[in-house]
């Protein structure tokens, strides 16, 4: 893949993401990129895996989705805003998209699969390598209470690639969807005890209040997560193009860190997990710590 082609499908969703309640015609999108309506239509289906209006609908769908579950906004308002021309025209894509009428989610809340738009990256072997500045990693120690998460187990997964390649990683969007979540999903890395027999590693799961008495999702269960002390990293706001180094720079921070620093030591019978890496706020992973002694 070319990086001249990734540039532009960058573009192209940024550009959408930026218009995503305005009305988007490609003839926008070519101006935008300097490329021809059809050249910039083909190239963005070759490298997302489907076409730009496609994409436009399942991310207004999505962000309509959570503005129905998390105001009291009238349907129709929703619609407009995210630029549908009539209620019954939104009201048959959103069933469609998620098989459930947007009044009846608006007031029952179910766990659906959202649509999550990753931003294409250029590959890390065809780019020239450069060094990378020291920058700083922040830590701090937070006390997590006892609480529950919502999970989908793999059999063998040690990372997100090998999860993703055995199960899906479309779960993401289902737990983003989870309106009762005390925060975002994340990606875990469970101890032994933490694990299920003939389970992977490496996990999925969102967070919720111990007495959570919601829908599970198929393919999910509940997990009890014990109170614990949490130690989380922070690294620097960095460009999403160098994503790989910069998370990787703070990846190999955090494993050489030495947490008797602070006091503490790592609790080999917890867990590990991370966010979703965002380049606006930095890499973030916590790790279950204990006091030393």
């Excluded at 129905?68 to 009539?86: E, G, P």
């Excluded at 998620?98 to 990753?118: D, G, M, T, W």
């Excluded at 250029?122 to 998460?149: G, T, W």
């Excluded at 007495?211 to 614990?228: K, R, T, V």
Aim: aromatic letters at 14%; charged letters at 30%; glycine letters at 6%.
């Amino acid at each position: 893949m070319s990086e001249e082609k990734i540039r532009i499908v960058k573009e192209i969703q940024k550009f959408i993401k930026a218009n995503i309640k305005n009305q988007i015609t490609l003839s926008d999108i070519s101006k935008h990129v300097n490329y021809s309506l059809w050249y910039s239509a083909r190239i963005f289906k070759e490298v997302v895996g489907m076409s730009v209006f496609t994409y436009i609908r399942r991310m207004r769908l999505t962000h309509a989705a959570q503005v129905l579950r998390d105001t009291d906004s009238r349907v129709i308002d929703v619609a407009f805003d995210f630029v549908f021309d009539s209620h019954e025209g939104f009201t048959r894509a959103f069933a469609k998209e998620f098989s459930v009428n947007p009044k009846e989610y608006q007031k029952s809340p179910i766990p659906l699969q959202y649509f999550i738009p990753f931003e294409v990256m250029e590959n890390s072997i065809e780019r020239k390598s450069k060094k990378m500045d020291a920058k700083a990693v922040f830590i701090q120690i937070i006390e997590r209470p006892l609480r529950k998460a919502i999970v989908k187990r793999a059999k063998t997964a040690n990372n997100y690639f090998e999860y993703c390649d055995e199960i899906d990683c479309d779960i993401w969007g289902v737990l983003s969807s989870i309106k009762e979540a005390i925060s975002e999903p994340v990606g875990m890395w469970l101890s032994n005890k933490l694990k299920k027999e003939n389970t992977s590693t490496y996990i999925q799961g969102v967070e919720v209040s111990y007495d959570y008495q919601g829908i599970i999702p198929e393919g999910c269960e509940l997990m009890e997560l014990p109170a614990s002390m949490m130690m989380i990293f922070q690294g620097e706001p960095y460009d999403d193009d160098n994503f790989r180094e910069e998370v990787g720079q703070v990846m190999n921070y955090i494993t050489k860190y030495d947490p008797s620093v602070y006091g503490y030591e790592y609790d080999e019978d917890g867990y590990r997990f991370q966010y979703e890496p965002q380049g606006y706020r930095g890499y973030i992973e916590g790790r279950t710590v204990k006091k030393l002694g």
